[in-house]
């Protein structure tokens, strides 16, 4: 049984930082490729970053691209998204999600193609 459990999300103001995280149990966390997505109030799920099961292959949203970062931890069966230079546009509840590779494993960027999801942590920036 896969769960993912967000945390770190709170209250910013633009131009903050902030690190939000996603601790994994289940199967052996280095057979899952991982995705931050988040969704803001009335929009569509989007895709925020993604990252490979070894953790050296990612790729970003064009939004958020040269401010966030996404990286894993193996060891600690855990994935973070680090977020500088908030905006307003940036509030949403922030979801991990994880797809299991037997074999290989890629950045995956569509939200149909994850089959673990957290139950989300919120983030607002305040202007």
């Known amino acids: 049984q896969v769960q993912l459990v967000e945390s770190g999300g709170g209250l910013v103001q633009a131009g903050g930082s902030l690190r939000v995280s996603c601790t994994y149990s289940?199967?052996?966390?280095?057979?899952?490729?991982m995705g931050w997505f988040r969704q803001a109030p009335g929009k569509e799920r989007e895709f925020v970053a993604g990252i490979n099961c070894g953790g050296g292959v990612t790729s970003y949203a064009d939004s958020v691209e040269g401010r966030f970062t996404i990286a894993r931890d193996n060891a600690k069966n855990t994935l973070y998204l680090q977020m500088n230079g908030l905006t307003p546009g940036d509030t949403a509840v922030y979801y991990c999600a994880a797809k299991y590779y037997r074999v290989g494993c890629y950045v995956i960027k569509g939200r149909n193609d994850y089959t673990y999801w957290g139950q989300g942590t919120q983030v607002t920036v305040s202007s």
């Open positions: 289940g199967r052996t966390f280095s057979n899952y490729a």
